[in-house]
């Protein structure tokens, strides 16, 4: 299923199978990892992924007792479209969240960041947040290419875009406080994964060969 280029600068295509990628244990398996391989970020390694939360238990805890909370980045719209068990619409997923990030693109463009808090995005994110915990960190995992990466820049990785823009928002809402806020998403280069921590605009690039295929899109080459 050929989809087009869309806001990303690099052409891809979602995967018929990607609606396991939206799966809670899925994604927090992925999440531990990459919490694990972290060279900047979730300095004690010796975190353990509660599987069982039956009891209010968080996503993940350290050695030292530091929660953390992990969060989907996409809405019931959108996660029924994948979820399906017939009839996935792939196809209209990946319009979705095209039609989100445009609309980010254009309120910025026509009002500045006043008006960020009406995009369906900010919204996303703000209902994820209010659904932490207050002595929980914050990690939002976002399984499409959403930020302006390129990891040599450090200019270009200074600019804001949605992903920042959002946070700010957020922040300037009380709603963050002192707890730590990571943004994981994959890169567009369809290898890497990156963590971000919007308060200093730090981001750690990792990739992880044994999961190559946990993305739920693939590079196309451009005509």
């Given at each position: 299923?050929?989809?087009?280029?869309?806001?990303?600068?690099?052409?891809?295509?979602?995967?018929?199978d990607?609606?396991?990628?939206?799966?809670?244990?899925?994604?927090?398996?992925?999440?531990?990892?990459?919490?694990?391989?972290?060279?900047k970020?979730?300095?004690?390694?010796?975190?353990?992924?509660?599987?069982?939360?039956?009891?209010?238990?968080?996503?993940?805890?350290?050695?030292?007792?530091?929660?953390?909370?992990?969060?989907?980045?996409?809405?019931?719209i959108?996660?029924?479209?994948?979820?399906?068990?017939k009839g996935?619409?792939?196809?209209?997923?990946?319009?979705?969240?095209?039609?989100?990030?445009?609309?980010?693109g254009?309120?910025?463009?026509r009002?500045?960041?006043?008006?960020?808090?009406?995009?369906?995005?900010?919204?996303?994110?703000?209902?994820?947040?209010?659904?932490?915990?207050?002595?929980?960190n914050?990690?939002?995992?976002?399984?499409f290419p959403?930020?302006?990466d390129?990891?040599?820049?450090?200019?270009?990785?200074?600019?804001?875009?949605?992903?920042?823009?959002?946070?700010?928002?957020i922040?300037?809402?009380?709603?963050?406080?002192?707890?730590?806020?990571?943004?994981?998403?994959?890169?567009?280069?369809?290898?890497?994964?990156?963590?971000?921590?919007?308060?200093?605009?730090?981001?750690?690039?990792?990739?992880?060969?044994?999961?190559?295929?946990?993305?739920?899109?693939?590079?196309v080459?451009?005509?």
């Amino acid at each position: 299923m050929d989809l087009s280029r869309g806001v990303f600068l690099t052409r891809i295509r979602f995967k018929e199978d990607c609606s396991k990628y939206i799966k809670k244990e899925y994604y927090e398996l992925l999440i531990w990892e990459l919490m694990k391989h972290s060279k900047k970020f979730f300095n004690d390694k010796s975190i353990t992924w509660c599987k069982e939360q039956s009891k209010g238990e968080p996503d993940f805890i350290d050695g030292s007792g530091v929660k953390y909370d992990a969060k989907l980045i996409i809405d019931t719209i959108q996660g029924s479209m994948l979820g399906r068990d017939k009839g996935k619409d792939v196809v209209g997923f990946f319009r979705e969240i095209q039609r989100e990030l445009m609309e980010f693109g254009d309120k910025m463009k026509r009002d500045g960041e006043l008006s960020i808090q009406e995009t369906k995005f900010f919204k996303i994110v703000k209902k994820r947040v209010l659904d932490c915990k207050f002595d929980e960190n914050i990690i939002l995992f976002i399984p499409f290419p959403i930020g302006l990466d390129i990891e040599e820049s450090i200019i270009w990785n200074r600019l804001t875009d949605c992903a920042q823009s959002v946070y700010n928002a957020i922040r300037d809402e009380n709603l963050v406080g002192d707890r730590d806020f990571y943004y994981i998403y994959p890169m567009r280069d369809g290898m890497r994964y990156v963590i971000r921590n919007p308060k200093n605009n730090e981001r750690d690039y990792i990739l992880l060969p044994e999961y190559q295929d946990s993305l739920c899109f693939e590079i196309v080459e451009k005509d």
